[in-house]
């Protein structure tokens, strides 16, 4: 196996379902780190959104995390639906899991879950940078160097990269798993939330038949 070869994992932190497929792809990258490194790219699911939730959205998220709770057994605080006038953009959170990568690339996935567990369990706002910045203290950064980090522009334009990454592949649906190499091609893995029994050994038969990949076009 050529060492290039890797997972990329496609997410947004504040999607509900990948906060739900958080301990599956936990467990992925323990199991294949040695053989395929996981790196993560931020999708971008409501980034730069401006509008408030109407009671609407509230209803339609609320139907979500409830399968969300049912599928995966993550927990929910719904107190968070008691909020007036929250705009729920997403862009902050991306660039908080973007900055954990540019500071501590092994802080990224693990950090990616402790922003979903502040905001999904917690409810505690993960669009405010002083918020962010409060958990990433919480998680073993330095809070001055990562609220820093966090407001410099090359942070901002690395996660727009990261969206324009996902764009570029077609990937608009989180979590999205896909596994090979950029000189080779991938392959899909999963587009949606799936248990870890479900993946992990289709992803072992993968690597046994020499991790096989279709280009397109």
Same mark, same amino acid.
């Given at each position: ?45 409501? #980034? ?5 939730? $109407? &009671?609407?959205?509230? =209803?339609?998220?609320?139907? +979500?995390? *409830? @399968? ?67 958990? #990433? ?5 330095? $809070? &001055?160097?990562?609220? =820093?980090?966090?407001?410099? +522009?090359? *942070? @901002? ?61």
């Amino acid at each position: 196996m050529q060492a290039h070869t890797r997972l990329l994992y496609f997410a947004d932190p504040l999607c509900s379902w990948c906060y739900g497929f958080s301990p599956v792809i936990a467990a992925l990258a323990e199991r294949f780190e040695d053989r395929l490194p996981l790196s993560i790219v931020m999708g971008g699911l409501r #980034a730069g959104n401006t509008q408030a939730m $109407r &009671a609407q959205d509230k =209803e339609t998220i609320r139907k +979500a995390w *409830t @399968r969300v709770g049912a599928a995966s057994g993550q927990p929910f605080d719904f107190s968070f639906f008691d909020r007036e006038g929250f705009v729920y953009d997403t862009e902050p959170a991306c660039r908080a899991v973007v900055t954990a990568r540019r500071l501590l690339p092994r802080m990224a996935l693990p950090f990616m879950a402790r922003i979903q567990q502040a905001f999904y369990a917690e409810n505690r706002d993960m669009t405010a940078p002083e918020e962010i910045a409060g958990v #990433a203290e919480e998680a073993g950064f330095d $809070r &001055a160097a990562f609220a =820093e980090a966090f407001a410099a +522009a090359e *942070t @901002r334009n690395e996660t727009v990269r990261d969206f324009m990454t996902a764009e570029s592949l077609g990937i608009h649906g989180f979590p999205t798993v896909i596994a090979g190499s950029q000189e080779k091609g991938y392959a899909l893995l999963t587009n949606g939330y799936r248990t870890f029994e479900d993946l992990a050994e289709p992803l072992e038969r993968w690597l046994a038949a020499g991790a096989p990949v279709t280009k397109a076009g």
